[in-house]
């Protein structure tokens, strides 16, 4: 069966390689008209269908739109967006024009998406009308999506009207599978976020992951709760689905637990995948478990999951949560799949193997060497038998594209510790930088530090991730004062604020520690690892 799903995933480079992919058709175009695409589901729990011929006319429309406003393709337009059927509009617009998409997180403050925006030389924004007050003079062109208004700015329905579907300057541009899609920006431990390109053909990746780890079938219900801002969301709630042409709910809404149980039970939700943080807020909700339930899958990507939650899981939905590895800048490479030909029993801890299409390893701490198996070393991902690799660099940022791969280029270095049992079982031990996860967004502490250190009464700044039960790990920041200035409960207080206001809103340090100084090494780098064992200990 293995070499089935070789074939497969041939068949899916194929498909999406070649100077002549095209993304408006891999992605919509080609599927029937009449298929519904996408379940949009407001707060209130009412619903709209909107199906791919939907969005051929619409997204048409758009796409001359773009053309009319300069752009071209290979340009940048980024959106700040919800959830939303415009959101999928604006998308699907965006790649029929061959520009690239940039995606903005909404809960971004004002000076990160600025730095995004510069970035990617984005020309053009399309912003919810709640989200554009964030914008400034940086943005270029502004285009606001919703009921609002907002000074100079277009509004997207009114660019819909004013174009047709059959203008020529909305045909759909191929840019071949090398063309890129998407520049999304991640966080590491220092230094700017960093840009990863994303070309077309990174769709058979996404693709191959939604049938051999999700197992999603046409029947099936697929709802991914995460938020398009981020690689999970926009790959596996978006790209992926609309590749495979199976119909995928988007609820329109922030998140609450009761609310997620409405929507797995009115809408018979029979695939979902979220973060842990999900699950545990599921898990932690005093109101009643609603009848309906009926899963027959559910994963769990974007940061480790608890043996406890597994066990809630199958107890409480009805079957068991799994496991789910990948990073920005390759998608998922080792999962506890659900596919019938991958299906294993893989012990509580263990995230599973790698996918078809994949070649993954651990290698020894201190050589590009394999690791024995159970050693702890390097997860790390074989670039010359991998054929699903899509990632090559960082987009202008060749040192910390070096850093990333062996001396020889044999190796990408994920930059995640763990161990491979003798089954070839991958077991997630930790992250060998300082990177965040909280509640499955990756947060680079550098960026943190960088605002806090803005006010004018601290020195210097460190933050780590520390354990927490429903987020997985919370921000903690650790904070010397200037000379003659003592911590306080107001001081913290204004530290918070300024990080939800110059950074972003989710990203806020919990607890603010005054400190006398960091603990440093000889050249001057902030100890992390230390502070997080001192507040362990």
Known sequence: ?????????????????????????????????????????????????????ALRERSARFAAAL???????????????????????????IWRRGAV?????????APAIEFRLTASHAKVVVADSDQAPKLGAVAGTTIIAGTGEQPGALRFDDLLAAHEPGDPR?????????????????????????????????????????????????????????DPGWAYGLYYAILAPLAAGVRSLLLHAGFSPSLTWEVLRRFEVSNFAAAPTVYR?????????????????????????TPDVVAWSRRTLGVPVRDHYGQTEHGMVICHAWHPALDVVAPLGSMGRQLPGWACTVLAEDADTEAAPGEIGRVAID?????????????????????????????YLTGDVGSRDADGLFRFSSRDDDVIIMAGYRIGPFEVESVLVLHDQVAEAAVVGMPDELRGEVLEAFVVPREGVAGSDELAAELQKLVKDKFAAHAYPRTVHFVASLPKTPSGKVQRFLLRDKETR
């Open 1 to 53: 069966m293995s070499t089935d799903l070789d074939v497969r995933v041939r068949d899916l480079l194929d498909h999406y390689d070649g100077p002549e992919a095209c993304a408006a058709d891999l992605l919509c175009d080609r599927h029937p008209a009449e298929r519904i695409a996408f379940t949009v589901i407001e707060s209130d729990l009412r619903a709209t269908e909107l199906t791919y011929g």
């Open 67 to 93: 053309a009319e406003l300069g752009i071209e393709p290979g340009d940048r337009v980024a959106t700040l967006m919800a959830k939303s059927a415009d959101l999928v509009v604006a998308l699907l617009g």
């Open 101 to 109: 998409h940039v995606p903005l997180f909404t809960a971004f403050a």
């Open 170 to 226: 909305a045909a759909a541009v191929a840019v071949g599978g090398d063309g890129l899609l998407v520049q999304l920006f991640t966080s590491g431990t220092t230094g700017t976020p960093k840009g990863v390109p994303i070309p077309v053909r990174a769709l058979a990746s996404f693709h191959a992951y939604q049938e051999f780890a999700l197992d999603v079938r046409p029947e099936d219900v697929y709802w991914n709760a995460a």
């Open 281 to 305: 807020a599921l898990r932690a909700d005093s109101g009643p478990v609603p009848d309906g339930i009926a899963l027959r899958r559910a994963s769990s990507a974007g940061e480790p999951l």
């Open 383 to 411: 670039t010359q038998h991998s054929p699903l690799l899509w990632f090559l660099g960082y987009l202008d940022d060749a040192q910390r594209t070096a850093n990333r791969f062996t001396a020889d280029g044999r190796w």
